[in-house]
């Protein structure tokens, strides 16, 4: 069964037998020192989807006494250890900067690709995509947990793109490391072979050298072209996810481009095989495994990437959650709201949960800022089609774990005056009259000759689960606000083509 897990991957990964999956694709974050900014609909509001950025503080302590720990009885775990500690002594036992970062985020990779290797069937393999932040380090922590000979390629991924580089070249690459589980990891190159180039004139091509006459160019060529050509470990012809199609794109900010992993999956597995991506962001891996009628399992930390995941499994290939894959940690009843929002560390993904739900994007918090906080659900640009310009309107949401107060909803009523914002204020307790009076004495909002309540109230309730899609009449926002993300090209299989024909 296709599965989607929200959460920690580590956590997930703990759980699950030893030899499962047959093929690993994935792209973890990069050690990029950035933060990336989610653009998951056509508003302009963003949404920060995950950091990147590591720093050497108490938990990075903990899972690193967590591996020493698990060393005693694992020799995965004991020869992450080793490799650990040598680079400890290579980056100086730094905790702060660049090197304590590095130490930070390698503390985070080593246990998860010790669990990756232990969940991996014997002809199992696994692509790890980064990049020469800390492809160099997550190479060695590979030797040590794949073992040395179980290494088959580094791959370089050669793409084009602008660059303001103007003390080195333009970084223009990432790497792919591969390696096997055993020696006899499965492996089918020829299950991705290309087509060769067209030879044209003489001395174009190796095949060119030599005398050869136009004839018996064209004869080598028909000869070749046949089976295509073996790829070498650069790939130069899938280009950056930069240049994707307006159709594959949608918007999360390190989608990665289909046909790349779609290579990695045709190599190293069959049809029927069950693929991993334990970082799965807006679902490349499973959908190009889906594609290639693969089993699979996409966990990822956060909600926002889940959405986008769903969206894409929904119009690409007709798949709908709980009946088609098994979908968990995601809410899909009161009960597991509410075991969300008891949970401290989940607390940010039920918020973005909600504010989600009705097509905003959570980012930064505004207002009163306590824990039951607020998010401000970004702004968009409203054409006014009066004034002939462009307005710039702000909606706000907050949302509410507890019981509202009356203070609560004035201060909201307070943000929103302030930001010339309308609002949705999201609860799971109920609201009283008192606050549906402040609500009412907010008065309405008018464009596009529609009114709209200024301020608007919404219970998380049972009733959202029988049918989410009531909540666009419950709460009536400016169509623009309610735009889903873009809709993806369906994809027909092999099997429902041949169904057709016949
Ligand atoms: C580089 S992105 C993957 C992008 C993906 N290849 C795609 O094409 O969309 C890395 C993802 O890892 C997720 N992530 C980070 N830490 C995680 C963790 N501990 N468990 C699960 N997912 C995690 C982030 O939320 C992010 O979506």
Redesign the pocket.
């Known amino acids: 069964m296709n599965k989607l897990y929200f ?4 956590e ?1 990964m703990r759980e699950m037998d030893d030899q499962r999956v047959d093929l690993i694709c ?5 050690n990029s020192g950035r933060d ?1 900014n989610a653009f998951l609909t056509d508003s302009l509001a963003q949404s920060k ?2 950091t ?1 950025t590591w720093t050497w503080d108490d938990p990075a302590k903990d899972t690193r006494a967590n591996i020493e720990r698990r060393a005693r009885t694992s020799d995965t775990y004991k020869a992450l250890d080793s490799c650990l500690k040598g680079y400890d002594l290579v980056l100086q036992n730094a905790v702060t900067g660049n090197k304590g970062a590095m130490r930070a985020y390698l503390a ?1 990779m080593g246990p ?1 690709l010790a669990e990756m290797h232990r969940i991996l069937t014997d002809k199992g393999s696994i692509y790890l ?1 980064c990049d020469p932040t800390a492809s160099h380090y997550l190479k060695g922590v590979m030797d040590a947990v794949f073992e040395g000979e179980n290494f088959r390629n580094e791959i370089v991924w050669g793409y084009k793109g602008p660059s303001s580089a103007k003390r080195w070249f333009p970084r223009k690459h990432d790497i792919i490391l591969f390696y096997g589980k055993t020696i006899t990891s499965f492996f089918n190159p020829d299950g991705v072979r290309v087509a060769y180039k067209r030879i044209t004139g003489t001395g174009a091509s190796s095949l060119t050298r030599g005398n050869r006459t136009p004839e018996e160019v064209q004869a080598l060529e028909e000869a070749y072209s046949e089976r295509g050509k073996l790829i070498e470990d650069y790939w130069v012809d899938i280009p950056s ?1 930069g240049h994707m199609s307006k159709k594959e794109r ?1 918007g ?5 481009p289909r046909s790349l ?1 779609e290579r990695m999956i045709k190599a190293s597995s069959n049809e029927g095989d069950l693929v991993m ?9 499973i959908d190009a495994a889906h594609t290639l009628n693969r089993f699979w399992i996409g ?4 909600i ?2 889940l959405d ?1 995941m769903r969206r894409r499994l929904h119009d690409r290939h007709g798949l709908e959650p709980s009946k088609d894959y098994e979908i968990h940690g995601y809410p899909t009843n009161m009960q597991e709201v509410r075991m969300l929002v008891r949970d401290e560390k989940k607390y940010h993904d039920f918020s973005n949960w909600a504010v989600t739900r009705l097509g905003l994007q959570p980012t930064k918090s505004v207002g009163d800022g306590g824990r039951d906080g607020e998010a401000e659900v970004g702004h968009i640009t409203l054409w006014d089609p009066e004034e002939g310009e462009t307005t710039n309107t702000r909606i706000f949401a907050e949302v509410k774990s507890g019981k509202p107060t009356i203070d609560q909803v004035k201060s909201f009523c307070r943000t929103m005056d302030k930001h010339n914002a309308i609002g949705v204020f999201i609860t799971i307790e109920p609201v009283t009259s008192g606050m549906r009076q402040e609500a009412a004495d907010m008065g309405t909002f008018s464009h596009n000759n529609e009114t709209f309540p200024k301020l608007q109230f919404w219970q998380i309730d049972d009733a959202y689960f029988e049918n989410p899609s009531s909540l666009r009449s419950l709460i009536r926002l400016p169509k623009q606000w309610l735009e889903p993300m873009r809709k993806m090209e369906r994809h027909f299989t092999d099997t429902q083509m041949t169904l057709n024909l016949r």
């Open positions: 959460g920690d991957n580590l997930v994935t792209d973890p974050p990069f990336y989807a995950f990147d985070f998860r995509h996810a949608l999360y900010p390190t989608q990665k992993y991506d334990p970082f799965a962001g807006c679902g490349t891996t966990i990822d930390l956060t926002l990437s986008p």
